[in-house]
């Protein structure tokens, strides 16, 4: 019982920031279905309970005042997330795109497919990325010595939270044709907990056998490993920061463009005034009122570029190895 309560007191906190966490509310406690234990609508039961009081609770006082409605508002967010219908109709404008403006006539057809497992790929590409070379690495060499793969303890179950993940991750991309490393955060982290005994497994044999060579090879990953993840780990909070900043300051009916398609979608999730376009061509920046630029710090041309152009810098926010910048572009 105790652990169902931390188990459904994190989740509700985590839906505070990820309407994700709503999905997996509903269905990770269904995996006791699955499972051989006798009582099984008593564990589903501990698994729901507070989250079941909690819902009565708010409907109890949202319709005894009116004024607990907005405090309630995620109930809103999570049936927009879940909302099919929407995401068809997103899905079906984009592949009629690809069909008419990039496909063949005669292939016009697998518009939806290309557009479908294209983000699939994508999806599965960054998950794959995420678990980083060394650990890739890594599993390529406890795979080629066990010459098995060693289940975890709780394998079924983990796999079970990952299909979710993966589903969620795919919904999600194929909702706003977008994927970042910190979506996918929670099924890498799953996945390397599948992982985890094979590698131990291997790392333990080689150390019984002295072979210095692999030794090292595992001691290097592991420290490489480690500082991997302060080599390339860099907060993206400064795009959140700069595009709402400018779509809540920007003057209303200005043309805004940038070059990255993260700050075209950040900025418009927050109901700009401002139109934003999203094109490769900096060079055309005259044809607009305001630019959006991610830059790397120590991209030399891009900089040289700026300093010839006719724009001023007017809001700036920054990370490790970039920054967001606004800048207005200035009228002879």
Request: hydrophobic fraction near 50%; proline fraction near 3%.
């Amino acid at each position: 019982m105790k652990h169902a309560i931390l188990w459904q007191v994190a989740i509700l906190i985590a839906i505070l920031f990820r309407v994700e966490g709503a999905v997996l509310l509903a269905f990770v406690p269904l995996f006791v279905l699955f499972n051989s234990q006798a009582n099984k609508i008593r564990s589903i039961l501990s698994l729901y309970f507070i989250t079941l009081i909690s819902l009565s609770i708010g409907v109890i006082l949202s319709i005894a005042n009116d004024s607990f409605g907005p405090a309630f508002g995620k109930v809103s967010q999570i049936a927009n997330y879940l909302n099919v219908d929407l995401l068809l109709s997103d899905f079906t404008k984009r592949a009629d795109l690809i069909s008419s403006q990039i496909m063949h006539s005669a292939a016009a057809d697998y518009g939806p497919m290309v557009l479908f497992w294209g983000l699939v790929s994508i999806t599965i590409y960054s998950l794959i990325k995420g678990i980083s070379t060394p650990y890739l690495l890594l599993s390529l060499l406890a795979f080629k010595y066990n010459h098995k793969f060693i289940k975890p303890h709780y394998f079924a179950f983990l796999s079970y939270v990952v299909l979710i993940n993966v589903i969620l991750l795919i919904i999600v991309t194929l909702k706003i044709n977008l994927v970042t490393a910190r979506y996918g955060v929670l099924t890498v982290t799953i996945l390397l907990l599948i992982l985890l005994p094979t590698f131990c497994q291997f790392i333990e044999d080689i150390w019984h056998r002295r072979n210095k060579t692999q030794l090292a090879i595992v001691a290097f990953l592991l420290i490489f490993s480690i500082g991997d993840i302060f080599i390339s780990s860099n907060s993206k909070e400064h795009i959140k920061d700069v595009t709402k900043w400018a779509a809540y300051e920007l003057p209303e009916n200005v043309q805004v463009m940038t070059t990255d398609t993260t700050v075209k979608y950040y900025f418009n999730i927050n109901n700009p005034k401002a139109t934003i376009t999203f094109t490769r061509d900096i060079n055309l920046y005259t044809n607009y009122d305001y630019i959006i630029l991610l830059q790397k710090k120590k991209n030399t041309s891009l900089n040289t570029l700026l300093n010839n152009m006719s724009v001023q810098p007017i809001y700036e926010g920054s990370g490790r190895r970039d920054k967001s910048v606004v800048y207005q572009v200035l009228r002879p």
